[in-house]
């Protein structure tokens, strides 16, 4: 009836699953800021499904850490996150930084598959290069678990540089998370979603602004 106010605009918001468990304190208070306006449909996705769900039109926005190439998707820039090398403490004492060639000989550990990332794919491939066996791919689904499945191996793997690894490495000394000097990881975050679509623009410019400000990357 007119008069009343507008109901809420529906929107599905799918969020990468690789993103630590603390990221998820924000979205409630994101839920909470927009209410009068958005209807949040949320759901969690691989990056990689980012662009053919986009395409299928069974999401709305997705905040990705791949940025979708296609005529018909937009990708905004929020952020870039580094990636480091996940490796045993004891395999280098008293290290801040890592050299490829530090890696030769030793086995890498595969992220699962639904987490390699571009620029992680590229990254194995410099690792293979440069003399560093291929121990496949290893199943788990935190970092206890990711731990577990090292065993006793001469071994490294990758992950991401956030709050969830450095909370874990402050209660748990046995594993490290270390940067290459020779090797460029990084990986943007981005929000993705269809292109021509101006009812959108306005959601993803607020959800681009307050992720942003929860999270200290207002300057990125």
Do not use: C
């Amino acid at each position: 009836m007119a008069g009343l106010d507008a109901a809420p605009l529906g929107v599905r918001f799918a969020v990468n699953d690789l993103f630590h468990e603390g990221f998820g304190s924000f979205f409630s208070p994101m839920i909470s800021k927009f209410s009068g306006k958005y209807a949040f449909d949320l759901r969690q996705i691989p990056s990689t499904a980012v662009k053919s769900r986009l395409l299928a039109r069974d999401i709305d926005i997705a905040l990705s850490r791949v940025a979708v190439a296609d005529p018909g998707l937009q990708s905004d820039f929020l952020w870039n996150e580094r990636v480091e090398v996940f490796v045993r403490t004891e395999d280098f004492p008293g290290r801040s930084s890592l050299r490829v060639e530090d890696l030769r000989g030793m086995t890498y550990l595969r992220v699962p598959a639904r987490w390699e990332l571009p620029q992680i794919r590229a990254a194995q491939q410099v690792f293979f290069d440069n003399g560093v066996k291929d121990g496949g791919s290893i199943e788990y689904s935190n970092l206890e678990g990711k731990a577990l499945v090292f065993g006793n191996r001469s071994a490294f793997s990758m992950g991401i540089m956030n709050e969830e690894y450095r909370s874990y490495h402050q209660n748990n000394s046995e594993f490290s998370l270390l940067p290459l000097s020779d090797l460029d990881l990084s990986v943007p975050v981005v929000l993705a979603r269809r292109a021509h679509e101006p009812v959108f623009d306005q959601v993803a410019s607020e959800i681009a602004q307050f992720l942003k400000s929860s999270t200290g990357n207002a300057q990125s």
